[in-house]
């Protein structure tokens, strides 16, 4: 077996690893707004992407690279999506590229990522005037994780020392940002994942498919999918060690833990919800049942107002279009059985327990279909005020 511990650092705690955040002008009152991951030594990156037709510009420039490759470099901004700027906006990326490389030349394959408004020009002139402030070296990952916050309450990152039973080890960190446009789709968010585990170039893509599904795949804020959803890992090999069992679990866990700080940190949203389905005619039935409750307006707004409506969990599985008979369906909010094949048990005991589960700030929600032993779990939150608040008011 192997242990894995929580350490400090965030995408620094890998051996080679520097990070920091910068304040280019694009946020107001001077705040942090452009980020940058860099590895010292020789690194592979592989990443998963949107499936939204409309990739932004980052995207299609990574793409045009390969699925695999060198890359010691990454360049985050805040503010804009560079999104839906056609040929301008990969032009806009490679002119800030060449600036990078010219000032400094031991960066290989220095790629972007970019998260904001949609719709608009990149703007490179800001960007570019503030490269002066990099320092390669720095390991400042908390000011690089608060950088590419948009609508986020707070910043997310996460490190683990991975322990093998000979004493050998390696460490993996990473950061995200992410609370609004989120439904699983692929990875609904930022990521940046470093690790200096000696990871096989021909496994960090499948590696990376594996951990989505269950982590980034099972999220949703509020049903709609960006078109800058990028998960980027990073494999320097400086500790030249790896074992695939534990480099896995490590990558699940850091991915895990992302997922659900963004579906906690939904705008306006207050609570965290694990929507259990089990007992579906398939894993695919499960995963569609559970997405359905994450993303129902009605199932949402009852989770804001610590309402055990049940009836809505009920009719959004009976509308997702999975096999279901309410003669075999069982709710529970906690372990509080509502409702149990046929049977209402929602007296006024029943539903004050029920409500007392969702006055806490995370819960579960499950619901066994009794069809067959498909199962999946996927993550949600409410849906208050704050959100119409937030986006309503995005672009000032």
């Known amino acids: ?29 001077g705040k942090l707004d452009v980020a940058f991951v860099h590895s010292l030594f020789p690194a592979k990156v592989s990443a998963l992407f949107t ?59 220095p790629v972007m990522s970019s998260t904001g408004v949609i719709g608009a020009r990149l703007p490179k002139e800001k960007i570019e005037a503030s490269l002066g402030e990099i320092v390669l070296g720095k390991k400042e ?28 080890s390696f460490c993996i960190g990473a950061m995200a940002k992410g609370a609004g446009m989120i439904d699983p789709a692929m990875a609904t968010m930022l990521c940046f994942i470093t690790t200096d585990a000696d990871v096989p170039e021909n496994r960090m893509k499948e590696l990376l498919q594996k951990a989505v599904h269950t982590t980034f795949n099972a999220i949703s804020v509020d049903g709609d999918t960006s078109t800058n959803d990028t998960v980027m890992l990073f494999s320097n090999k400086a ?38 389905v089990s007992g579906a005619a398939s894993e695919e039935e499960a995963i569609k049942a559970a997405k359905a409750l994450t993303t129902s307006l ?26 279901c008979d309410e003669n ?3 709710i529970f909010f906690g372990e509080v059985l509502v409702y149990d094949r046929g049977a209402i048990l929602f007296d006024k005991t ?20 009794g069809i067959g032993r498909g199962k999946f779990t996927a993550y949600g939150c409410d849906l208050g005020y ?3 608040k937030i986006n309503a008011d995005y672009r000032t």
């Not at 990739?55 to 690279?65: E, T």
């Not at 990454?74 to 000032?103: C, P, Q, S, Y």
Request: hydrophobic letters at 45%; a negative charge.
């Open 1 to 29: 077996m192997f242990d894995l511990f929580p350490i400090h650092g965030g995408v620094c705690a890998p051996e080679g690893f520097s990070a920091d955040g910068i304040a280019a002008g694009l946020k107001k009152e």
């Open 51 to 109: 499936t939204n037709r409309f990739a932004a510009a980052p995207i299609r420039y990574f793409q045009g690279l390969g699925e695999v490759f060198d890359c010691n470099f990454v360049l985050i901004n805040a503010k804009n999506a560079n999104a839906m700027t056609g040929a301008e906006g990969i032009e806009d990326i490679e002119w800030l590229m060449e600036r990078l490389k010219h000032r400094f030349p031991s960066l290989v394959n």
């Open 141 to 168: 990952g908390a000011r690089a994780a608060q950088a590419i916050m948009t609508t986020d309450a707070f910043s997310k990152e996460v490190a683990f020392k991975v322990e093998l039973p000979d004493g050998r």
């Open 239 to 276: 500790s030249g060690v790896y074992e695939e069992e534990a480099f896995l679990m490590a990558l699940e866990r850091v991915m895990h833990k992302l997922a659900t700080d963004v579906a906690r940190d939904g705008e306006g949203a207050k609570k965290l919800v694990a929507f259990e």
């Open 298 to 323: 009605l199932v949402k707004t009852a989770i804001f107002g610590e309402d055990p409506n049940w009836g809505r969990i009920a009719s959004t599985i009976g509308s997702s279009g999975v096999e």
């Open 328 to 330: 075999r369906l069982r």
């Open 350 to 369: 029943i539903e004050e327990k029920a409500a007392s589960v969702m006055r806490q700030e995370s819960f579960k929600i499950h619901c066994d279909l």
């Open 386 to 388: 704050e959100y119409v």
